[in-house]
């Protein structure tokens, strides 16, 4: 079933408090996190950004650096540089702030809707994410090795089309395609689902570089796996509570370094999304 509230919780957590004139307040979630989850400071540093930006203007890019992993036990400060105001065009600086020092830099820039020349690359084929397991059913073999992390609420519906067993050591293929929403509704608001899929964009990425090498992003304390850098471009519109296809690949591992490449497409195949992400995967003892 939908879990609603999880969703509402996710709304929460991104409706910042604005304390100062371009000083917003955000909190995180009361989990047992070692550190604050990238996707959710990528978002909430997108939303305070957005909010200092005429409504007419739509982000169109965004690059974010994770600078120090995030304490979820304290608030975060985001404080916004209104860096140009053009005619077509908007940039804006963010730095999240967690005990006087920068946990995240991101640059976004804003757009006046235009019309133009128009082509996109094909959504590739998947089945239909209706017919694939959610996340608990998928999951439920791995259950007591995942702990407190398989029960908790989840406001985003996965369902994995090339899954890969937490404990498998098969090497794969250098990509993945994974189904995506929020898992109920969320109100009407294109900020918001600009946000939301903001969130959400972090959650597999960076797995995906694993693939080749036969592990799994669920192998314990045998790797060391951080963001290092995220970058979005928004194409075309979309609702992040209806099903969105991330296709992912990875072009390249090297220097305890992984790069993930993903293509976010509507249901009806419209690419709506392109990210790039760079990560730590760092081989404990290795």
């Known amino acids: 079933m939908p879990d609603q509230q999880a969703v509402d919780d996710l709304v929460h957590l991104l409706d910042l408090e604005a304390i100062e004139v371009n000083i917003f307040r955000g909190t995180s979630p009361d989990e047992d996190r070692q550190r604050v989850f990238g996707g959710q400071v990528a978002a909430q540093a997108l939303m305070a950004a957005t909010r200092t930006v005429d409504e007419d ?42 005990h006087g020092k920068a946990i995240f830099n991101m640059s976004a820039s804003y757009q006046v809707v235009e019309g133009g020349l128009e082509h996109q690359l094909e959504m590739p084929e998947a089945p239909d994410p209706e017919t694939i397991p959610d996340f608990r059913s998928r999951m439920a073999p791995w259950a007591e090795m995942m702990g407190d992390w398989f029960h908790r ?10 899954f890969v067993a937490p404990d498998s050591d098969e090497q794969m293929p250098p990509m993945s395609r994974v189904w995506m929403k929020a898992d109920g509704r969320l ?5 918001l689902h600009t946000c939301v899929l903001a969130y959400l964009s972090d959650m597999t990425l960076l797995d995906t570089t694993l693939l080749p090498h036969g592990r799994s992003g669920w192998g314990g304390g045998e790797m060391m796996m951080a963001s290092l850098d995220h970058a979005m471009w928004f194409h075309r519109p979309f ?48």
């Open 239 to 286: 609702r992040a509570d209806e099903w969105l296809l991330y296709s992912q690949d990875t072009p390249s591992t090297s220097n305890a370094r992984g790069l993930a490449r993903g293509s976010i497409f509507t249901h009806d195949g419209q690419l709506a999304v392109s990210v790039v992400q760079e990560g730590l995967i760092r081989v404990v003892g290795g």
């Open 187 to 191: 109100p009407d608001d294109p900020v």
């Open 57 to 98: 203007r739509k982000v169109h890019s965004l690059h974010g650096y994770f600078l120090r992993p995030g304490d979820p036990t304290v608030p975060i400060l985001y404080e916004v540089d209104r860096i140009r105001d053009g005619r077509s065009f908007t940039t804006r600086r963010v730095v999240a702030i967690q």
């Open 153 to 162: 609420p989840r406001p985003i519906d996965m369902r994995h089309v090339d």
